[in-house]
């Protein structure tokens, strides 16, 4: 595990392309900025896939008000959110 910006958003995206393929779709090109729900790549049963996979492998339990584009919409977000959570940003 690699905690910087690009590491994490690196470890993430390679999930999301893991997980997309499984139904059939790539998820290669996704952009660090672009909201995954948005992007249709992975669909709601993915997005809960990637969350508890993003919980586990980070080791951050999630509330419910965290659940939010602004914390988890993006690779970015994603990454940012992990470095806050470890003190890290």
Excluded: C
Excluded at 18 to 45: K, Y
Excluded at 68 to 80: C, F, K, P, V, Y
Aim: proline share 3%; no cysteine; charged share 25%.
């Amino acid at each position: 595990m690699t905690l910087t910006q690009e590491g994490l958003e690196a470890e993430i995206k390679a999930k999301i392309i893991e997980i997309a393929a499984q139904s059939g779709d790539d998820a290669s090109g996704l952009e660090p900025h672009e909201i995954i729900p948005a992007t249709g790549l992975i669909d709601s049963t993915g997005l809960l896939d990637l969350l508890a996979w993003y919980e586990k492998t980070y080791d951050i339990p999630l509330s419910q008000e965290e659940l939010t584009i602004d914390n988890l919409g993006s690779l970015t977000r994603m990454a940012e959110f992990v470095l806050r959570r470890k003190g890290l940003l």
